[in-house]
């Protein structure tokens, strides 16, 4: 199983050679570097992956993040800054309580 191609990958294959190329593509364009580097960009992903609670994504992120070159601690870091969004968007919708 760990040398299977990714889930999504999987399923635009099984949809099409033109999506499946599509996808590969917007992601190769998406990661490489740029402003940000693709370490940067790989632990933006597995941080999103994080605060959406996508298990699938969080394991995918942290691989790429740590072909990437990221250390455990980083990503630790990048984890831990999506749990307080995650902690800060919850207290946020819970003061609604307080509306008239």
């Known amino acids: 199983m760990k040398n299977e191609k990714p889930r999504p990958y999987r399923f635009t294959e099984s949809v099409s050679k033109e999506l499946d190329d599509a996808f590969k593509n917007l992601a190769q364009e998406i990661t490489k570097d740029g402003a940000l ?29 740590l072909m990437a070159g990221a250390t455990m601690d980083e990503i630790k870091e990048a984890a831990a800054v999506a749990a307080q969004v995650r902690l800060g968007s919850g207290l946020t919708f819970a003061s609604l309580v307080l509306d008239d």
Do not use: P, Q, R, T
């Not at 790989?42 to 995918?60: E, F, Q, T, W």
């Open 37 to 65: 580097s693709s370490k940067d960009k790989s632990l933006i992903g597995l941080a999103c992956a994080v605060a959406i609670k996508c298990d699938y994504c969080v394991k995918a992120h942290k691989e790429n993040a």
